[in-house]
């Protein structure tokens, strides 16, 4: 099992991205999925989660630009980067948590390598 992003790049304020997550063997089984971000000097934080039933949070920030989705039956996960602003620019990770939900990086076990996202004014 791994989780393994692309999609990344550099791309001007306003523009869009779709990230995407390999996911194998954590779609279907685990109990929350999700983004997270980390920008140079700031701590990790959450960008959005999709759970098992298919619910989604949103971190204010990216709430209205951004839509996570996930496809079990390819075990893929996605984020949908609308209307990009500069502080956007973020390494972006894809993590599973076998038992918890929400935002917090601590209750996610799994984690990708993380895809660069960079936004440009």
């Known amino acids: 099992d791994q989780l393994v992003e692309s999609g990344g790049g550099s791309v001007q304020a306003g523009e869009s991205l779709r990230l995407s997550c390999a996911a194998s063997?954590?779609?279907?089984?685990?109990?929350?999925m999700g983004w997270f971000r980390q920008a140079p000097g700031k701590s990790r934080e959450g960008v959005a989660t999709?759970?098992?039933?298919?619910?989604?949070t949103y971190a204010d920030s990216v709430s209205g630009r951004f839509t996570i989705s996930k496809d079990t039956a390819s075990d893929t996960l996605y984020l949908q980067m609308n209307n990009l602003k500069p502080e956007d620019t973020a390494m972006y990770y894809c993590?599973?948590?076998?038992?918890?939900?929400?935002?917090?990086?601590?209750?996610?076990?799994?984690w990708g390598q993380g895809t660069q996202v960079t936004v440009s004014s």
């Open positions: 993590a599973a948590s076998p038992y918890y939900y929400g935002m917090n990086p601590s209750n996610y076990d799994y």
């Open positions: 063997g954590y779609t279907a089984t685990v109990s929350c």
């Open positions: 999709i759970d098992s039933d298919g619910d989604t």
